[in-house]
């Protein structure tokens, strides 16, 4: 098994990790789901981020990843905080904010594997 099949299933792994863990997010979901899925995010991404210059074709899939992944973590960040304030605004009340750090920080992650999956769908075209 060469690093190219390694960053493959690594991201299949952490693909898989981040659904058990939206999945566990659930009320009625048991503790562990979530757990076990951070688990895999985190193993995902360290064996990505070991073998994401196996060749050109991973380091595109890399690239195409961190950079949505970047910019939904700009737009997040400056964007959602304003559009909450407009709304409590416009609304005339004063809530807490309805989007936790732990949706955001899923956002971002799921934004990585959307950008290297569309990357590895569609090509290099």
């Known amino acids: 098994m060469n690093k190219a099949d390694i960053f ?8 898989s990790g981040l659904i058990l863990t939206a999945a566990g997010q659930s ?7 979530a757990t076990i899925g951070i688990i895999l995010v985190i193993l995902g991404s360290f064996a990505m981020l070991l073998t994401r210059k196996a060749d050109e074709y991973t380091e595109g899939l890399w690239s195409a990843g961190a950079s949505v992944a970047f910019g939904t973590l700009l737009i997040l960040t400056a964007g959602l905080g304003f559009v909450e304030g407009l709304i409590d605004g ?8 309805s989007i936790s750090a732990d949706t955001a920080l899923t956002l971002d992650i799921a934004a990585f594997y959307i950008g290297l999956f569309v990357k590895r769908l569609l090509g290099d075209g």
């Open 8 to 15: 493959m299933a690594a991201s299949w792994i952490g693909l």
């Open 27 to 33: 009320p009625s979901a048991p503790d562990a789901l």
């Open 90 to 97: 416009f609304t005339d009340s004063e809530r807490e904010r």
